[in-house]
């Protein structure tokens, strides 16, 4: 394990000494008398010297390197076991970083942001270096998302930034994005491309980039800087391993938050639904039941999981059809009511059938078909509707004995017109009748008072004037009788001609000042001198005279009535006003 050097200064350089793999790149002095060569070894590929051309170097293959010293004119060979040792070395970088992973399996994280943070300090540790970053690359707008940096960085670095860079702004950190593969820069100050950084940036000595790529395109790239020796080939492809291993961490994290949401949007879908929801898995056995089917069908969800949905729900008259179709569906995903909404009888857990509204669909999961049944209670728009049957019905019925009273109705109305018209012929044969014997009565009466006055009787003897009186009345009576009865059968024609408006109020006044005396009231006319004549039916100006004032002689004892009549001019033409007026109750 010792060179076999002739003197003793070199004695103490072993070959370990000069071919150590653990070190990227090796620098070492030998002193051999009063000279000094200054040897490179890097990674037990390259040897070199600053001192040509003391030193001549080959190096053959299986590692056998051959080295002549011509100073001394010695020659030795060694053959270095640089290949177990870089083995040895890369599977202790592999262990660290499935430790890592294996570390980042087990530990919980809330978010992205403290994945990334844990992950950048973890690359920082595994390549032996001082600080980091992790940042996502946007294709479309050609940006760089600022994510997160190194604690290191976060307590030192002081420069401003912005939160999403543009990649033609960045410098040669991101060549690896430009490139689309790993850049290392192990003597970062001195690049002739390198474009600075702004105050308060960390110091960068040594640098490496390594871009994350899928489906040809940079998501992801992180990068180390500042390890004490220079970055080697492999340390990227363990960075870009790693930055591999965390970006599916990342999506499964992704995965599984947007799995969680949507659980979480499905539960509280399921659960506020008004309608029963079931899941059938393979088997009819029940794999899903929200808190409305344990509402509508009365069993916890605990209960029915795991039981077949037929035998636990379905009346027996639905059992051999069920048991017929179902295992068609099970292989293929069909059947008659898959994709429809129908109307079915369905058990609660007492055993008592009520109507639902089922909607049937199927899903495939796992190559195994699944059903999915949304059921609605309508009892209530059973009864609902029954009870909207039974209204019609009612309806139907009121409206036919609505219709036959409406005919009987309409005979009974006939039937009192026809006794009306014959009422209204008998009253008027019956006044016409009745009209000839008064008439007698009163001209017999009226006669024989003529005759006790021509024989010089006492004047006005009470008996008669009696007779004529009640005799007057009487066919007063009658001639009301029957113009009602003209009235009722549509018979009172009017016999309009012109006439003194005085005499027939002195007509009605005669007759109305006989009954004021009876209540020992006293009665005056008073006409105006125009009163002149009257275009109108004398017949029934008179008895519309007599009615009011007969009414203001029956209402009024011990009081006075009047009749006046006067001509008043309007817009519309001359017009006769008669008043009729008494000092009695009044209609109050």
């Known amino acids: 394990t010792r060179l076999p050097l002739l003197t003793p200064a070199l004695e103490r350089h072993t070959l370990p000494d000069l071919l150590n793999p653990a070190l990227p790149s090796y620098h070492h002095e030998i002193v051999f008398g009063d000279r000094r060569w200054n040897l490179s070894f890097s990674a037990g590929e390259t040897w070199m010297s600053r001192h040509v051309p003391l030193v001549a170097w080959a190096i053959l293959p299986g590692g056998l390197i051959i080295t002549l010293l011509l100073s001394g004119y010695l020659f030795f060979v060694a053959r270095a076991a640089t290949r177990a040792r870089w083995i040895q070395e890369t599977t202790r970088e592999d262990a660290v970083r499935l430790g890592i992973l294996h570390e980042m399996h087990e530990r919980r994280f809330g978010d992205e942001k ?4 844990f992950a950048i300090n973890k690359a920082v540790e595994l390549t032996a270096s001082r600080i980091g970053f992790f ?5 479309a707008s050609q940006e760089i998302e600022l994510v997160t940096w190194s604690d290191e960085v976060l307590r030192t670095c002081q420069a401003p930034y912005d939160r999403h860079y543009p990649l033609a702004k960045a410098g040669v950190w991101g060549d690896a994005i430009r490139r689309q593969e790993p850049v290392i820069h192990n003597d970062y100050q ?3 491309e390198r474009r600075g950084y702004p105050e308060g940036h960390s110091h960068l000595v040594r640098h490496m980039s390594v871009p994350l790529l899928e489906q040809g395109r940079v998501v992801l790239v ?36 947007a799995l969680a949401l949507l659980q979480e949007r499905f539960h509280a879908m399921t659960e506020t639904a008004q309608d029963a929801i079931i899941m059938i898995g393979p088997g009819g056995k029940i794999v899903f039941w929200n808190a409305a089917a344990e509402r509508i069908f009365g069993y916890p969800a605990g209960e029915v999981m795991g039981k077949d949905v037929h035998s636990l729900l379905a009346p027996d008259h639905y059992h051999r059809a069920q048991a017929a179709a179902f295992p068609d569906f099970e292989r293929t995903g069909l059947g008659a009511l898959i994709g ?3 109307e079915v009888s369905a058990r609660r857990w007492d055993g008592s059938e ?6 049937l669909s199927s899903l495939k999961i796992d190559d195994q078909w699944y059903a999915v049944g949304i059921l609605r209670d309508i009892t209530a728009r059973k009864l609902a509707e029954q009870r909207l049957v039974d209204s019609k019905l009612e309806l139907q019925e009121a409206n036919r004995q609505l219709s036959e009273s409406g005919d009987r109705a309409r005979a009974l109305a006939q039937e009192a017109d026809t006794a009306n018209q014959a009422k209204s012929r008998f009253l008027a044969n019956v006044s016409h009748e009745l009209r000839t014997p008064l008439n007698a009565i009163i001209g017999y009466g009226e006669l024989l008072l003529e005759q006790a006055d021509g024989d010089g009787l006492p004047p006005d003897p009470a008996d008669l004037k009696k007779i004529v009186s009640s005799g007057h009345h009487l066919l007063k009576l009658v001639g009301d009788l029957l113009d009602l009865s003209k009235i009722e059968a549509g018979q009172m024609p009017l ?17 109305a000042r006989t009954l004021a005396l009876r209540q020992r009231n006293r009665f005056s006319l008073g006409l105006a001198p125009d009163c002149g004549f009257l275009r109108s039916d004398p017949t029934r100006v008179r008895q519309i005279l007599l009615h009011l004032l007969a009414n203001a002689c029956k209402f009024t004892t011990d009081g006075e009535i009047s009749l006046r009549v006067a001509r008043e001019k309007r817009p519309t033409g001359e017009w006769l006003h008669f008043t009729v007026s008494d000092t009695g109750s009044g209609m109050s």
């Not at 403290?114 to 943070?117: D, L």
């Not at 940042?135 to 294709?139: I, Q």
């Not at 309009?496 to 408006?501: H, K, M, T, V």
């Open 114 to 117: 403290e994945i990334v943070a």
């Open 135 to 139: 940042h996502l690359f946007h294709e």
């Open 190 to 192: 001195n690049l002739p």
């Open 222 to 257: 992180a990068g180390v800087a500042n390890r004490e020796v220079p970055y080697r080939d492999y340390d990227a492809v363990q960075l870009q391993h790693f930055l591999a291993d965390i970006w599916k961490i990342l999506q499964r994290f992704r995965a599984k938050r």
């Open 340 to 342: 429809k909404t129908t």
């Open 354 to 359: 009520f109507p639902v509204e089922l909607s």
């Open 495 to 511: 016999e309009i001609s012109d006439f003194e408006a005085a005499d027939v109020s002195r007509e009605a006044a005669e007759t």
